[in-house]
């Protein structure tokens, strides 16, 4: 939830920050390499950049920490995607309990990713969980987290439930009772991070952050936040990083009041299971597949025919007839969502984007399900250095399948 507010801040005060003259320098501050001890400094993070009108991804994080010398662990974790085409955005929120599979860790919850590889493997860990590129993220702390709260003069709340715990060891207590109040920061990170008393826990959880979330960017966009900007700021620049460099921030600018209202939230598809003596979510990957093919992969409908138009030109075939799965078998993490991008900008039918589980791929796979050669080799003209495989299966809801493999770049 920490997170959320580094995409209020970073966005919608950008609006702001506008009229006043020290407005670059703060943004500046951001990102000038971060960290005490050299990890994941923001300029050594590998990310795609979002292509022109595309889709752009943050990852934000609320990062828990039990000390100074601890790296501490994603305590949150969410998916901001922004749609320059139709000025929406999403967000998409990930329990902190969510199995993974963790290069060299085995199996483990994705909070693990940041207490093992840092910003780089949480982003690479959602990544590959939801099968999309992550281009930016942003990171902000529990001290951070308070100081914005204070900040802003506190938050409006209608607190769901009667909320008491007390966790000496972690130095968390939280005593709220349900209603509606103003909370001040150390408040609003109890109601933020309060989970046992619900009963289905961290969704319990998100569903209460998803509702601070929501007041506190009516607090961030009211008139009277204006005489605060410069205090805010100044906690930005103490307390949030972020791989976004000033420019990048500043041309999301103009769009970002109108995306305040046009703001979709998502919890991540799945259930709570025990696996061996661990409790974990488990992910329902059909149903993520709707969600990002909804709100990732929307085409804006004029854009689209004007491209049918042109693959029907160039290739001889309507494209809208084909149907074709994406799997990344080997490839860097988010570029099957990228290709099922660039297939959906030709005109294609995109039914699945998704990774092949077990096994890696050297060579990219353009594979014909169907009678479909001459759809194939169109497709394999698209990717570069790929193999060309007949593998007729009439039984298949798909007229080819793209596995791209380690060579794809």
Request: glycine share 8%.
């Amino acid at each position: 939830m920490k997170s959320v507010l580094k995409y209020v801040v970073i966005i919608l005060v950008c609006i702001m920050i506008l009229g006043f003259s020290g407005a670059y320098v703060y943004l500046r501050n951001l990102n000038p390499g971060y960290g005490d001890d050299g990890d994941n400094a923001a300029e050594d993070i590998k990310s795609p950049k979002p292509g022109k009108n595309q889709p752009v991804n943050v990852l934000v994080l609320g990062v828990d920490k039990a000390g100074e010398r601890d790296k501490g662990r994603s305590d949150t974790v969410m998916l901001l995607s922004y749609n320059p085409a139709h000025k929406k955005g999403t967000l998409i929120s990930i329990p902190r309990d969510t199995r993974i599979r963790l290069k060299g860790h085995g199996h483990q919850k994705i909070n693990a990713a940041y207490a093992y590889e840092g910003v780089q493997g949480s982003m690479d860990a959602a990544s590959e969980l939801l099968g999309v590129p992550i281009h930016y993220y942003v990171k902000i702390d529990y001290k951070g987290f308070i100081k914005l709260v204070d900040d802003v003069g506190g938050v409006k709340v209608n607190v769901p439930i009667n909320m008491d715990w007390d966790d000496n060891a972690g130095d968390l207590h939280i005593h709220l009772k349900k209603g509606e109040q103003v909370l001040d920061g150390k408040q609003a990170l109890g109601l933020v991070r309060y989970r046992k008393g619900y009963s289905n826990q961290d969704l319990g959880r998100i569903e209460t952050q998803q509702l601070f979330m929501n007041a506190f960017m009516d607090k961030v966009t009211s008139p009277s936040i204006v005489l605060k900007v410069n205090k805010i700021m100044g906690t930005i620049s103490d307390y949030v990083e972020t791989n976004m460099k000033p420019m990048e921030i500043m041309s999301y600018v103009d769009d970002a009041a109108k995306v305040r209202k046009n703001i979709k939230m998502y919890t991540l598809p799945g259930k709570p299971n025990y696996i061996g003596k661990t409790s974990y979510f488990i992910v329902n990957k059909s149903n993520l597949d709707k969600i990002i093919d909804e709100v990732y992969n929307s085409d804006d409908p004029e854009s689209s025919r004007d491209n049918v138009e042109d693959t029907k030109e160039k290739f001889g075939f309507n494209p809208q007839d084909v149907s074709i799965e994406v799997l990344n078998g080997g490839a860097p993490a988010g570029s099957a969502a990228k290709m099922g991008d660039t297939l959906k900008g030709y005109g294609f039918v995109v039914k699945r984007i998704s990774n092949v589980s077990g096994t890696e791929y050297n060579s990219t796979q353009v594979i014909n399900r169907k009678e479909s050669s001459k759809i194939v080799k169109a497709v394999s003209k698209m990717v570069d250095d790929s193999v060309l495989v007949d593998d007729r299966d009439e039984s298949s809801d798909v007229d080819l399948t793209l596995i791209l493999g380690k060579n794809y770049k």
